[in-house]
């Protein structure tokens, strides 16, 4: 069985370029953001990497920590973060989990549970490695994203997403499609019109089962 929105995700011990962590234990009581890669030195990861590096600050006004995995060593992940660095115009802080035996790839169900690493592997051998993970203090995931090895990932939209759960979370509302912070919310529907304007006040009625407020100031 795969890993599923609000499943506890696996408290694993992994190595990283930044030393030996426990997954849970380096959540601590954050949000995190865990971005896989299917190799290192690959030209649309190294990209990635780099905008992951360029919003250091937006990630830490957030409350977050991210962290990388790539399917590639201790070593790999050392030399490559001078080409993110590079690439991106800003330092790579974050660490990258050095999952050469797949157990993470195969514990977050991007690969299944026979597959392995052939001699002379290319990124096609583990093209599915390419996913986001936004995970909640609570240690639960809260969202996951895969894209193919020519997509680059926006991380605008991981930004926007992230910034959607910790509203939601924080006010016990929904974000409508393309919301983006200081926008309306969706009321949910088991809070009644009553409780509804004591928390809101004034609400906007689109449908019976559609209203949309102003969050409280």
């Avoid at 299917?38 to 030209?43: A, E, H, I, L, Q």
């Avoid at 680059?152 to 959607?164: I, K, P, Q, S, Y």
Wanted: some cysteine; proline content about 6%; glycine content about 8%.
């Amino acid at each position: 069985m795969g890993l599923r929105i609000n499943d506890t995700i696996p408290d694993m011990t992994v190595e990283t370029d930044q030393g030996t962590i426990k997954l849970h234990d380096w959540i601590g009581d954050s949000w995190a953001i865990l971005f896989s890669h299917p190799k290192d030195f690959t030209p649309v990861c190294t990209t990635e990497f780099g905008a992951v590096a360029q919003l250091a600050d937006e990630w830490a006004k957030r409350g977050t920590k991210v962290i990388g995995i790539s399917v590639d060593g201790v070593e790999d992940h050392k030399k490559w973060k001078t080409d993110i660095e590079t690439a991106g115009g800003a330092k790579a802080g974050f660490p990258i989990i050095a999952d050469e035996d797949l157990a993470v790839a195969k514990a977050f169900d991007m690969l299944p549970a026979e597959a392995y690493l052939p001699e002379g592997r290319t990124p096609n051998d583990s093209a599915t490695v390419r996913s986001v993970f936004i995970v909640g203090p609570d240690k639960k995931l809260k969202l996951s994203m895969t894209y193919p090895m020519n997509v680059g990932r926006n991380f605008a939209e991981v930004l926007r997403a992230l910034d959607g759960l910790q509203t939601a979370a924080k006010h016990s509302v929904a974000t409508p499609a393309n919301w983006e912070v200081g926008q309306d919310v969706v009321i949910p529907t088991s809070v009644n019109a009553e409780d509804a304007k004591a928390k809101f006040g004034t609400f906007k009625t689109v449908l019976p089962y559609l209203r949309m407020a102003k969050l409280p100031g």
